[in-house]
């Protein structure tokens, strides 16, 4: 059976810095594109980034360019969001998602809080 | 970015009766790869995301058949033939055609 759990969330203050994890079981991440979707609180879903299944090609959402990486592990069969220079509009409930295109499988999300 | 608009954003259903919401995309979404990437997905409160059809009218197993999807070019529809009180929730229609992918407002069923 497919899990994807998230992990890392919490709540920090503005510019801080945090890195979520998506421990991923029941398949193997190789040959998978991967992604970050994020909810702010009441709100609707967003795209954050997507991650090729070999690591080579990187999307983000303009909001997150130049603040935010996501990477993998393929041996680890893990996802990470490396989230840098956080402010108070990154406030959400962050998921991993597999294959970006049509997404079957999320997990349950970690929050994350930014605030002072 | 491609613009999904949804309606209605807040959809009052009646059991038994059937409820639509459209999507309509700011442009197509047929991929290069002949594929149209249009997905639906329900959020009920407190849950994740749950696809229920994908590429426009494919249902996912273990979604009940009375949710079907349609559609084309830059208009799109969710149906659902009879609701249920299992069907109160948040729907959202996504693209996954060109990046960034883009979701819809999200449209809220709520049994009236």
């Known amino acids: 059976e497919v899990h994807l759990v998230e992990s890392g969330g919490g709540l920090v203050q503005p510019g801080d810095s945090l890195r979520l994890s998506c421990a991923a079981s029941g398949f193997s991440l190789s040959g998978v594109w991967m992604s970050w979707v994020r909810q702010a609180p009441g709100k609707g879903l967003e795209w954050v980034a997507t991650?090729?299944?070999?690591?080579?090609?990187?999307y983000y959402v303009d909001s997150v360019k130049g603040r935010f990486t996501i990477s993998r592990d393929n041996v680890e069969n893990s996802l990470y969001l490396q989230m840098n220079r956080l402010t108070a509009e990154d406030t959400a409930v962050y998921y991993c998602a597999r294959n970006p295109r049509s997404p079957i499988y999320w997990g349950q999300g970690t929050l994350v809080t930014v605030s002072s | 970015d491609i613009v999904m608009t949804q309606s209605p954003l807040s959809l009052p259903g009646t059991l038994g009766q059937p409820a639509s919401i459209s999507c309509r995309p700011t442009?197509?979404?047929?991929?290069?790869?002949?594929?149209?990437?249009l997905n639906w997905f329900q959020q009920r409160p407190g849950q994740s995301p749950r696809r229920l059809i994908y590429?426009?009218?494919k249902r996912d197993s273990g979604v009940p058949d009375r949710f079907s999807g349609s559609g084309s070019g830059t208009d799109f529809t969710l149906k659902i033939s009879r609701v249920e009180a299992e069907d109160v929730g948040v729907y959202y229609c996504m693209q996954g055609t060109h990046w960034p992918y883009t979701f819809g407002q999200g449209t809220k069923l709520e049994i009236k």
């Open positions: 991650i090729k299944d070999d690591g080579t090609e990187k």
């Open positions: 590429e426009v009218s």
């Open positions: 442009q197509s979404l047929t991929h290069n790869d002949g594929n149209t990437y």
